[in-house]
T-cell receptor, first 114, second 112 residues
Framework: EPEVTQTPSHQVTQMGQEVILRCVPISNHLYFYWYRQILGQKVEFLVSFYNNEISEKSEIFDDQFSVERPDGSNFTLKIRSTKLEDSAMYFC????????????FGPGTRLLVL | QKEVEQDPGPLSVPEGAIVSLNCTYSNSAFQYFMWYRQYSRKGPELLMYTYSSGNKEDGRFTAQVDKSSKYISLFIRDSQPSDSATYLCAMSKDFGNEKLTFGTGTRLTIIP
């Protein structure tokens, strides 16, 4: 069964450093998302991406964040200058065109900012 | 008022019991309702989705939506220890692939 994959599974970084989180969505999906989950809190929407551009972004997704689909398979989230409060689990999700809103999530990248 | 409210639990029930999980929401624009299961330190796994009010059944799982009360439920029949996980409700406003708004999740433990 096709699945969303994410790398790395864990990342530890120093405050102020740049991180890039990578995702490979399900191959025939055209909609891509990033969500985050701070430990003990709910899953929160960050950004959605379709047709090589951002469809929607949340208040969390400020100028420190960017997304890119550099090739036909990868989808990345970059945090330019990490803060302590960026420590969270980051989930990538993908969805099909013309389908009800059922998004499929990857296993997540646990980011720890020290 | 939060857009989506969900009792975080924890909820513990004996194996074989019927489990009822619930969410309430405040935004009447929500049209699509989903239930995800999340095992510890894993990504959410889609269980079921429903559109507008009504019931939907899939094996041991039944999802109910009551839009007039802004209340959704997930019932698990004949609960198994493998059902132990956190259950997340999620909602969206439009067809297509709009963002999901999640509840906080209910942590469920099925006791053998």
């Amino acid at each position: 069964e096709p699945e969303v994959t994410q790398t790395p599974s864990h990342q530890v970084t120093q405050m102020g450093q740049e991180v890039i989180l990578r995702c490979v969505p399900i191959s025939n999906h055209l909609y891509f998302y990033w969500y985050r989950q701070i430990l003990g809190q709910k899953v929160e929407f960050l950004v959605s991406f379709y047709n090589n551009e951002i469809s929607e972004k949340s208040e969390i997704f400020d100028d420190q964040f960017s997304v890119e689909r550099p090739d036909g398979s990868n989808f990345t989230l970059k945090i330019r200058s990490t803060k302590l409060e960026d420590s969270a689990m980051y989930f990538c999700a993908s969805g099909q065109a013309g389908a009800p809103p059922s998004q499929y999530f990857g296993p997540g990248t646990r980011l720890l900012v020290l | 008022q939060k857009e989506v409210e969900q009792d975080p639990g924890p909820l513990s029930v004996p194996e074989g019991a019927i489990v009822s999980l619930n969410c309430t929401y405040s935004n009447s624009a929500f049209q699509y309702f989903m239930w995800y299961r999340q095992y510890s330190r894993k990504g959410p796994e889609l269980l079921m989705y429903t559109y507008s009010s009504g019931n939907k059944e899939d094996g041991r799982f039944t999802a109910q939506v009551d839009k007039s009360s802004k209340y959704i439920s997930l019932f698990i029949r004949d609960s198994q220890p493998s059902d132990s996980a956190t259950y997340l409700c999620a909602m969206s406003k439009d067809f297509g692939n709009e963002k999901l708004t999640f509840g906080t999740g209910t942590r469920l433990t099925i006791i053998p």
